[in-house]
Nanobody, 118 residues
């Protein structure tokens, strides 16, 4: 089973930057896509950005132009560079990994808190 280990969260002032990292380990199966989601109390977990092994990305409108997702396939590691952070970006950020198969496999990290102060 895949284990996802996240790092890079913390407290930052509005306009600042953070870089989140997530490393996948513990599985002999390939990971086809990785991504980041975020969640605030009382709300559903929402997509932030995803990336496939081929480099195709999907980024939420709310963070386009500010957040960039990247991936090191050899290391099964995904990054989220967050610039121009806003207070509304405050949330728990979760790393996600998926393997497209029969059945498909989906894994989640434990989450890392990102707090943006004004």
């Amino acid at each position: 089973q895949v284990q996802l280990v996240e790092s890079g969260g913390g407290l930052v002032q509005a306009g600042g930057s953070l870089r989140l990292s997530c490393a996948a380990s513990g599985s002999r199966f390939s990971i086809d896509a990785m991504g980041w989601y975020r969640q605030t109390p009382g709300n559903q977990r929402e997509l932030v950005a995803t990336i496939t092994g081929g480099g195709s990305t999907n980024t939420a409108d709310s963070v386009k132009g500010r957040f960039t997702i990247s991936r090191d396939n050899a290391k099964n590691t995904v990054y989220l560079q967050m610039n121009s952070l806003k207070p509304e970006d405050t949330a728990v950020y979760y790393c996600n990994a998926e393997s497209f198969g029969l059945p498909s496999r989906t894994y989640w990290g434990q989450g890392t808190q990102v707090t943006v102060s004004s």
